[in-house]
């Protein structure tokens, strides 16, 4: 099939690859030039997806990245893929999920399948989507993308891959596109229900994050190690899930994607308490962080050296979007103290270069890369460590 994604971002590119190696012809619409140039030269910036696979794809013509809109007419199949950020207030943005579907009207004049894969709240490929798109009869489906960047053990060929479409004929045709590249396809009864199961996947992890989170302060307060008991809990062999504690929560999906949710949820006048109170419990995580830190090293940090390690918001990633590493660096700067940070996989960040973890009085692991220095670290002052990696020092 002559395929087109709309975004060539993490979601976009990764499915660019896997439709590209199932023998499709891919064209990735980006409206990002430097982007477009970066991936036709063969270059990825995605882990898992290694240069020689997009230089191979890219030799044997099956994918091409592209910002001229008129690349999206002829094809077959057209995905979107592009962010679903919050605006300022917190609430739903959906302006590039508009004007994805706005090129598509402008410019797609052959009947298309359309299926959106950016995470949304139930009933965006309906109303946002769909009813947007003028002049021609296209098939839509919802298929929101659960990629995992960096799982090596769950990808995009043996993840489930949930399926709802407005019409039998757009579930048919996404499920023959879909099925050449993915092992095992969901038909659910509508796209809202795939929109709703996306974004109820995250809101779990959102509030059993929050709740291990609050947890951890209820442990410390009461004198014992809440990773322990949260060790010991998960010996059950039924009835129980473990979560880890940590800094916050980062990422494009888990700090975004529950407020999609509540923002419907509010629109039916159902309230959506839990997801409220777990974006407060994470969101203050920070602030406990650099309590516990400041309390460590004996009640002031004024003065003192403190490097951050790990800024992206998940080990072995380059990824900062969200990250919590700002607000503890933030928030340690507020207390006086001379903050650097140290991510080799990140480089530079917010206008910063990566420093080295020697020389810092106190060190506070945010984020465990694969190939930090543990000895640097121990080496500093004072260690606080964020993602229960580090043994004999403070943390959560
Ligand atoms: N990153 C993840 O782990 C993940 C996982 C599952 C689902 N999602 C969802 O997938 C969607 C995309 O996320 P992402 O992480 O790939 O975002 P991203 O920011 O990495 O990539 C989006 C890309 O779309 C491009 N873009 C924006 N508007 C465009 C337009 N009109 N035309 C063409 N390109 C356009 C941007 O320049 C960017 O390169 C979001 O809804 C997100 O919630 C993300």
């Not at 910036?45 to 690349?71: N, Q, R």
């Not at 990633?317 to 507020?334: K, N, Q």
Request: aromatic share 6%; glycine share 10%.
């Amino acid at each position: 099939m002559r395929v087109a994604i709309i975004g060539q971002g993490y979601v976009g590119l990764t499915i660019a690859v896997g439709a590209a190696d199932a023998g499709h012809s891919v064209v990735g619409f980006e409206v990002n030039d430097g982007l477009v140039a970066q991936l036709n030269s063969g270059k990825s910036y995605i882990e898992g997806i290694g240069d020689s696979d997009l230089a191979g794809f890219i030799a044997a013509g099956s994918y091409v990245a592209s910002s001229d809109p008129s690349v999206l007419d002829g094809c077959e199949v057209i995905v979107i893929a592009v962010p679903t950020p919050l605006d300022a207030d917190r609430h739903p943005d959906l302006s590039y999920v508009h004007a994805a579907s706005d090129l598509i009207s402008q410019h797609v004049k052959s009947p298309t399948l359309v299926v959106n894969e950016s995470t949304s709240y139930p009933g965006t490929l309906r109303k946002e989507i769909a009813a947007r798109i003028t002049g021609v009869e296209h098939l839509y489906a919802s298929s929101p993308e659960r990629v995992d960047p960096g799982n090596i053990q769950w990808g995009t060929k043996n993840t489930p891959r949930l399926i709802g479409g407005l019409t039998p004929a757009a579930v048919a045709r996404a499920v023959q596109f879909y099925g050449s590249f993915c092992d095992n396809i969901i038909e659910v009864s509508s796209p809202e229900v795939a929109e709703a199961a996306k974004i109820f996947e995250n809101t779990f992890r959102q509030v059993n994050i929050a709740l291990v989170n609050e947890f951890a302060q209820i442990a410390d307060a009461l004198g014992i190690s809440g990773r322990e008991v949260l060790d010991a809990a998960a010996t059950k062999p039924y009835g129980f899930m473990p979560f880890n504690p940590g800094p916050g929560v980062g990422g494009h999906c888990i700090p975004v994607d529950p407020s999609y949710l509540a923002h419907v949820a509010n629109e039916v006048g159902v309230p959506a308490t839990f997801i409220k109170h777990a974006n407060e419990v994470n969101l203050a995580m920070p602030a406990y962080v650099v309590k516990r830190v400041v309390a460590g090293s004996g009640g002031s940090i004024r003065g003192q050296k403190v490097v951050v390690v790990g800024v992206s918001y998940k080990s072995n990633i380059a990824d900062t979007r969200e990250t919590p590493a700002a607000a503890v660096i933030d928030l340690l700067r507020e207390q006086g103290a001379t903050v650097t940070w140290h991510d080799d996989l990140v480089g530079t960040w917010r206008g910063e270069s990566s420093s080295l973890i020697a020389g810092a009085d106190i060190a506070v692991v945010v984020t465990k890369h694969d190939g930090v220095s543990v000895d640097a670290i121990k080496a500093c002052g004072y260690v606080f460590d964020c993602t229960g990696h580090l043994d004999g020092v403070d943390g959560i």
